[in-house]
């Protein structure tokens, strides 16, 4: 695996040559004498700013990248006859816009075909890419987001996926989205956790009649309570993977459900505050990407956000590939409390905790609307969401007041619906105050 990682390393410096600004960093030194460490740390915001001097084609021009994404008819359609490109939301920072080259598309293809667990292997025995398979992607279908270009690619390249593979837009009425699944009667759904929680929901209150067999999510964090109420609603496996717009396929989750890191495609390096590696099974501040996938716009060490962990242990499903935690963005504080009385700074990720953990409230959004003022809102009704939310407000109430936070004023409302991003996915906790605080991002 060291030395697969060690080659494809070497491709990627040898590719970055033809980005002027790794072409000033890389010199005139071999890419095989090259570390990774010897690279610098780099960020979206910066990288965006300098978009020509990062990719590695000097015709691409991010004008005509916009005017393209500006365009719904285009999504899952190439650029330019060879690349693909997405762009991410902006749910954390500023949007990126992302080139792939066709060997990444492949890579990425590849490794969701054969890194995803199977539950039903005989299943599969006849029909081993389960094209056959009725499948629906329930998300964000009007932008070019990674997960919708993929799925529309996919459709334009078979027939027979054109044919099983539906996409199906969750920016509608339940009613709506109810009916057009139960049209298709998925065998297999592909969704984001949030979206998931919904449909369970519709399904436990006789609002949803459909039997899929299979549930995949990812794109947010999928906590154990979330996972037991999707799984109990429809009777079915939930699978979990893990992936970014800078690089799709990240890791897939094992019998154990466990992630394993696609190591031998993506590299990932938790950090400190300082950029400086944490050791195996320690959380970092942040966590470094580099993709050997894609070549035409180089992923090295760039800051992902997220909070993730390395295993050090090898998971007892046999697996070599590493085991990851993935514990959601980072760096998200709210200044809660008055000036006169003291403020505190509070994480976004502890207070979805509290309220995921201890309440065991799943489906949620917390919205900070003044300095001392909370709002607690669920999708969720009826009886069972209203003690959810009691629960909710008196936990939240004991930790901000262990953080010395006092007088804090919780209002909660069931039947809420959640103010979701461009991409459809929700952001768990969300500040209105200019308080100087940092806006939340996806917790
Ligand atoms: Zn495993």
């Known amino acids: 695996m060291a030395r697969l990682q060690r080659h494809r390393l070497t491709a990627l410096f040898a590719a970055a040559r033809h980005s002027p600004?790794?072409?000033?960093?890389?010199?005139?030194?071999e890419p095989s004498s090259l570390r990774l460490e010897d690279m610098p740390v780099v960020g979206k915001a910066h990288l965006?700013?300098?978009?020509?001097?990062?990719?590695?084609?000097?015709?691409?021009?991010?004008a005509e990248l916009h005017q393209f994404l500006a365009q719904p008819d285009l999504i899952g359609q190439p650029f330019r006859d060879q690349l693909f490109v997405w762009e991410s939301s902006g749910s954390s920072g500023a949007p990126g816009i992302f080139v792939q080259d066709a060997a990444a598309m492949t890579t990425y293809d590849t490794l969701e075909a054969v890194r995803r667990r199977i539950p039903n292997p005989l299943l599969r025995l006849f029909d081993p890419w389960g094209l056959g398979e009725r499948m629906a992607f329930v998300g964000a279908t009007n932008g070019h987001f990674a997960s919708i270009v993929s799925v529309e690619r996919l459709r334009r390249l078979s027939p027979i996926l054109e044919r099983t593979l539906h996409s199906v837009s969750f920016l509608q009425p339940m009613s709506k989205l109810a009916a057009e699944l139960e049209a298709i009667q998925p065998r297999v759904i592909a969704t984001y956790p949030s979206v998931a929680i919904l449909l369970a929901e519709a399904r436990a209150s006789e609002k949803l009649d459909i039997k899929p067999q299979e549930i995949w999510t990812g794109g947010e964090t999928l906590t154990k309570a979330m996972r037991a109420m999707i799984s109990q609603a429809f009777s079915c496996e939930v699978i979990n993977s893990y992936g970014a717009s800078e690089f799709m396929s990240l890791a897939s989750e094992c019998r154990h459900q466990k992630l394993h890191l696609n190591s031998d495609w993506a590299i990932l390096e938790p950090v400190d505050d300082q950029h400086q590696p944490?050791?195996?099974?320690?959380?970092?501040?942040?966590?470094?990407?580099?993709?050997?996938a894609n070549h035409i716009q180089p992923i090295i060490r760039y800051d992902l956000g997220d909070c993730i962990a390395i295993d050090p242990v090898p998971c007892s499903c046999g697996s070599k590939l590493p085991v990851i935690s993935v514990q959601g963005r980072s760096g998200d504080l709210?200044?809660?409390?008055?000036?006169?009385?003291?403020?505190?700074?509070?994480?976004?990720?502890?207070?979805?905790?509290?309220?995921?953990?201890?309440a065991e409230l799943s489906d949620f959004q917390l919205i900070q609307t003044a300095p001392n003022e909370l709002e607690l809102n669920?999708?969720?009704?009826g009886e069972w969401a209203n003690d959810a939310l009691l629960r909710a407000r008196h936990a939240l109430q004991s930790y901000l007041k262990d953080q010395g936070v006092h007088h804090m004023q919780?209002?909660?409302?069931?039947?809420?619906?959640?103010?979701?991003?461009?991409n459809g996915k929700v952001k768990r906790v969300i500040t209105l105050c200019d308080g100087g605080a940092k806006p939340a991002r996806r917790s």
């Not at 600004?21 to 030194?29: A, E, K, P």
């Not at 965006?48 to 991010?62: G, H, I, Q, Y």
């Not at 200044?335 to 309220?355: P, Q």
């Open 410 to 422: 919780i209002c909660c409302h069931a039947g809420q619906p959640s103010t979701r991003g461009r």
């Open 278 to 292: 944490v050791p195996p099974g320690q959380v970092g501040s942040t966590t470094l990407l580099t993709n050997l």
């Open 48 to 62: 965006m700013d300098n978009f020509k001097d990062w990719v590695c084609d000097p015709s691409l021009e991010l």
């Open 378 to 381: 669920t999708e969720l009704d």
């Open 334 to 358: 709210l200044r809660l409390g008055e000036m006169k009385s003291g403020e505190s700074n509070v994480s976004a990720l502890a207070l979805s905790t509290v309220i995921e953990s201890i």
């Open 21 to 29: 600004l790794y072409s000033r960093i890389i010199g005139s030194r």
